[in-house]
């Protein structure tokens, strides 16, 4: 199983922005696609971002379109979620999390997904 922790949240203005990292422990952490999820207070947790094991993949909630990127660096175990142009609706805690399975395209269902991060805040005022 991968160990994730997150890091980078904060607190920010609207129009500003953030990038978010997990580091992942474990030699395999190249093979499997990995997600970004969030959760604002009595909200459901949502999909936000996803990469294919290999990187050529990567699928975004359509919240987040055109301002968030997610991207991964396997020789340094890590995945990062620039966010740029945040939003007040952006505010939440962000997970990420790795698939359940070897060499998986990535997904947008939460259930997909077998390791998860503790989590990092992210805040965003006007």
């Known amino acids: 199983q991968v160990q994730l922790v997150e890091s980078g949240g904060g607190s920010v203005q609207a129009g500003d922005s953030l990038r978010l990292s997990c580091a992942a422990s474990?030699?395999?952490?190249?093979?499997?696609?990995m997600g970004w999820f969030r959760q604002a207070p009595g909200k459901e947790r949502e999909f936000v971002a996803a990469i294919s094991w290999i990187g050529a993949n990567r699928y975004y909630a359509d919240s987040v379109k055109g301002r968030f990127t997610i991207s991964r660096d396997n020789a340094k175990n890590t995945v990062y979620l620039q966010m740029n142009s945040l939003k007040l609706e952006d505010a939440a805690v962000y997970y990420c999390?790795?698939?359940?399975?070897?060499?998986?395209?990535?997904?947008?269902?939460?259930?997909?997904?077998?390791?998860w991060g503790q989590g990092t805040q992210v805040t965003v005022s006007s």
């Open positions: 999390a790795a698939a359940k399975d070897l060499y998986s395209s990535g997904s947008s269902s939460y259930t997909d997904y077998g390791s």
């Open positions: 474990g030699r395999t952490f190249s093979r499997y696609a």
